[in-house]
């Protein structure tokens, strides 16, 4: 079994960057895609961005598109999210996870992390 660990979340102003990371372990995550999420204070948990295995393939929603980037090291079993010119409504707390399938079209998932916190003032 996958144990997922985000991290890289903090408070920031609108306008600046975050980059959050994701560390797998218990298993090799180099043949899965990959993927963050996020869930607002009263919203359902939703899709952010995917990776395919190979890192060659992305997907971003477009709320985020032209901001956000996710990328991965399958030498070190991790994935991060590059943040800029976050916005206030980024504000949540960001989860990753992975899965065998298409990279822009996640499972629904049983397990999830902690997640990390990304508080974006105005």
């Known amino acids: 079994q996958v144990q997922l660990v985000e991290s890289g979340g903090g408070l920031v102003q609108a306008g600046e960057s975050l980059r959050l990371s994701c560390q797998a372990s218990?298993?090799?995550?180099?043949?899965?895609?990959m993927g963050w999420f996020r869930q607002a204070p009263g919203k359902e948990r939703e899709f952010v961005c995917g990776?395919?295995?190979?890192?060659?393939?992305?997907y971003c929603r477009d709320f985020v598109k032209g901001r956000f980037a996710i990328s991965r090291d399958n030498a070190k079993n991790t994935v991060y999210l590059q943040m800029n010119s976050l916005k206030p409504e980024d504000t949540a707390v960001y989860y990753c996870?992975?899965?065998?399938?298409?990279?822009?079209?996640?499972?629904?998932?049983?397990?999830w992390g902690q997640g990390t916190q990304v508080t974006v003032s105005s």
């Open positions: 996870n992975a899965w065998g399938g298409y990279y822009y079209f996640p499972p629904r998932f049983d397990s």
């Open positions: 990776i395919s295995w190979s890192g060659d393939n992305t």
């Open positions: 218990g298993r090799t995550v180099s043949t899965y895609a």
